[in-house]
């Protein structure tokens, strides 16, 4: 008679003999064919003792797959070398960076050397060299440590952190994310020159790893832009700026979607954005408005042809400050109880 302990452990009992099934085959991901494999050896075992492999195989089954579904039920389960999870790491990390996540949002620049984080950030900042609010910027590299900035009047709970550039001798990617914690900032903007160097790909990985919000900024739009419109000068047909625009953004949409689904990120939006396209459209020169540059007699001939080249240039700049202001007035709104658009 079969033994009735087959319904609870991992063998059956036939005529003396024990025949063992392995639970933890059936559990490996080939549980089908672990499962043709082991009933193959079984083929003479008496009606009564297969069916109760089956109702094993069954159990099994099912606690495979409750496992599985607990495992992706449960949120910000990562840990790091410490053993903490992300919930723990992310409130850390505010509270070290003075972090008010009730009240504000707050943006992260990050990037590799020479991408222009800083110059993007007092174009939308508005900030002169001598003001106090001015994000130093140089050639390469002039980040060193974590700032913040605000957008003053505009939109008082937006911040902006100017990070240092990853990848350098002194912040190289390998400890970039727990150093500087990334995962406590709302969203961050991930801002390349040209096309993604490996250190942003697999910080792009990382992010996606960690489930943090991220943006891209294809920065310094205006030189790629003047570029392309030399090599198209070159060319039949006359060089016009829609032209040059929709070649740019196709040519590096092209390129960097791919790599980013290669390291296992998902497709996103790229703004093209160019820190002086920005401040030419904050000059309030050849505008109407009033300027504190004197009146136009004083202004040279290249000055403001200079300036008005630069707003022809204009791709995404509108869009990615509205992109920030639209998400710092939500997240502000949301914390007091309002609906957002």
Sequence with gaps: MLNT???????????GDTYRLSIHRLLSKNFARNLK??????????PGAIVAIVAIALIALVVTRVVRGRAKQEPNNTEDSTGKNLDTLREEARKKLGIDSVNQYHFAFVGSPGTGKSSLINALTKAKPGDEHYAGVGEIGTTQTIRKYNLQEVCPQAVLWDLPSVGTAG?????????KGLYAFDIIILCTAQRFTNDELLLAAKLAELKTPITLVRTKSDVALESKLARMAGSKGKSKMSDAMQSLRDETEAIIQPQLRQHGCEDTTIYFVSSWVLNAMNDPRGTGRPSKYGQDNDETVEESIRVERLRRMQMDENSFREFILRWARGAFADSKGNDTE
Excluded: D, F
Aim: proline share 7%; hydrophobic share 35%.
């Design 5 to 15: 302990k087959i319904l609870c452990a991992p063998q059956v009992y036939h005529n």
């Design 37 to 46: 494999r082991t009933m193959s050896h079984w083929l003479e075992v008496k």
């Design 171 to 179: 912040h190289p990617l390998g400890t970039y994310v727990n150093e």
